[in-house]
């Protein structure tokens, strides 16, 4: 861990110095989304809904990816898909 | 003062509201986002004419209330752009969140207050019951004496805000009615003196997060995140650096004052404080804001009686100039402090409570007592002024005052 810098250190307004990339956010979930891969059609939808930009579209490699490092559990993505591809499940520790 | 050949300057008549939004026109502002208000509704209705006759290139937003204006003035700031915005009593309470943002942002917006009383009740009058709830918003806070030093104090504002030293928000308060609504012979600069003086807006090199060192400021090329969240470990630290931005501000001021006398004629005091008539002065009053322009005449008449009284006027109330302060007020024996607005149980209003603190730390108190006055609109006579200085001479007389907080023109 490096030094934490002085007032006089540091960029005004609080101008961040790190990527937020680096500042995980999702790890106090109660409930973490788990994708049944046989139901979904890839429509997207939760992508488009994820209010917190935790799901990802990768058309290289033709699939979507959770991100649960950001992803806070609220299950918006279980509810709005309309195959019923994914389901909310209680975190294990 | 002298004034240099080159500057012609123009009589026109204005109110204190008009004087601001020709200042704000003449200051070549990029983003002006306002909600109307008594008594600063003129302000933003003159600039509102301003932009429609195609006599600006401003980018003028009607927004759907005074915290969204502030929001949209913030945002316009962080991208460079030079800013200004005007409002009054409940349009700043209802900025009060945006207000902390801004500053701590260090956006440099400029915003006219036509200070007006608070509900309820219902008051649409001056006193500055909203500016003063604000005073720890993180703002600068400049108060005149009439629509010339409005005028010139949004000019010399926008000076000050944008400085890299400082880059902090500015209030600018008149007086609700007594200055906004009035109509005075205001001195104009020409065009382009006045862009002369406030110059381009500076920014100063920050590191990003993508290790590049570029502009403070809002661009697609080289993003940045301003005051996204700083935990304990860091919040702390640009608080502080907000608190030393105020500090070079108190010097700015006075060089920003000096300056624009140069090129104006004009000066108030030494930009944070003007003395009047206070070099051996028994007693003093200390007031902020247009009721200088009566206790002025009020000082005349007495010491034309043989007294010993003077006046302070506060300019600058934040940063509050404490060492400008002591030095003025040294050798006066009695103070009487001014207070346009009331701070409910805590004993006097608050500029009591800095002068107070102010000198404190001096060798010979002073006595000090608070007159709280003009509440709601509420007229001071020069009568009523008079008897401030009559009291404050048998304080003197007598040694010891029977009342601390006293109220001017209350019916008991």
Redo the contacts between chains.
């Keep these: 861990m490096s030094r934490?810098?002085?007032?006089k250190e540091?960029?005004?307004?609080?101008?961040?110095?790190?990527?937020?990339i680096g500042f995980l956010t999702g790890d106090w979930k109660t409930y973490a989304p788990i994708r049944d891969l046989e139901k979904c059609t890839l429509c997207l939808q939760c992508v488009m809904f994820c209010p917190d930009g935790a799901i990802r579209w990768r058309p290289e490699l033709g699939k979507i990816e959770f991100d649960l490092g950001f992803c806070k559990g609220c299950g918006i993505c279980a509810n709005e898909c309309p195959a019923k591809a994914i389901k909310m499940v209680l975190e294990q520790e | 003062m002298e004034i240099t050949k080159m500057t012609r300057q123009e009589t026109m008549a204005l109110s204190g509201d008009e004087a601001v939004a020709y200042a704000a026109k003449q200051s070549d502002v990029d983003v002006v986002a306002a909600y109307p208000i008594t008594p600063q509704t003129i302000i933003v209705e003159k600039f509102s004419e301003y932009v429609a006759n195609g006599e600006v290139q401003t980018e003028f937003v009607c927004t759907e209330s005074e915290h969204s204006a502030l929001a949209t003035c913030l945002a316009a700031s962080a991208t460079g752009a030079r800013t200004f915005t005007a409002s009054a009593s409940a349009g700043l309470a209802l900025m009060h969140e945006m207000l902390f943002v801004a500053s701590g942002c260090r956006t440099p917006i400029v915003m006219a207050i036509a200070n007006r009383a608070l509900s309820a009740p219902l008051n649409i009058h001056g006193d500055q019951s909203d500016s003063m709830a604000e005073r720890d918003s993180g703002w600068i806070h400049l108060y005149v004496e009439n629509a010339q030093e409005a005028y010139d104090s949004i000019i010399q504002a926008f000076k000050i805000a944008e400085d890299t030293n400082v880059m902090l928000p500015v209030i600018v308060g008149l007086d609700g009615f007594t200055l906004s609504h009035t109509l005075e012979n205001v001195e104009v600069l020409p065009d382009d003196i006045v862009i002369g003086f406030i110059g381009k807006r500076e920014l100063p090199n920050v590191l990003t997060h993508e290790g590049k060192t570029v502009p403070f400021k809002l661009d697609p090329d080289n993003p940045m995140t301003m005051g996204p969240i700083a935990l304990p470990n860091y919040y702390f630290e640009f608080k502080r650096q907000q608190e030393e931005a105020m500090k070079n501000a108190l010097k700015l001021i006075k060089e920003v004052n000096s300056e624009y006398a140069r090129v104006s004629g004009r000066s108030y005091g030494d930009g944070l404080i003007e003395c009047y008539r206070l070099e051996d002065a028994d007693v003093a009053a200390v007031c902020v804001g247009s009721t200088a322009g009566t206790i002025k005449a009020t000082v005349d008449e007495l010491r034309q009686e043989g007294f010993k009284v003077g006046l302070l006027r506060l300019r600058t109330f934040r940063p509050l100039p404490i060492e400008e302060l002591r030095s003025a007020l040294r050798s006066v024996k009695v103070i009487g402090v001014m207070d346009k607005s009331m701070s409910f149980g805590g004993e006097g209003g608050a500029v009591f409570h800095e002068i107070r603190h102010t000198l404190y730390d001096v060798e010979k108190h002073p006595q000090i007592v608070d007159y709280i006055y003009g509440l709601g609109g509420r007229d001071s006579s020069p009568r009523e002024l008079r008897r401030v200085y009559e009291d404050l001479l048998t304080i003197l007389r007598v040694g010891h005052a029977k009342k601390t907080i006293n109220y001017i023109g209350l019916r008991e």
């Design positions: 934490e810098k002085t007032w540091i960029s005004p307004a609080g101008v961040s110095s790190k990527s937020s």
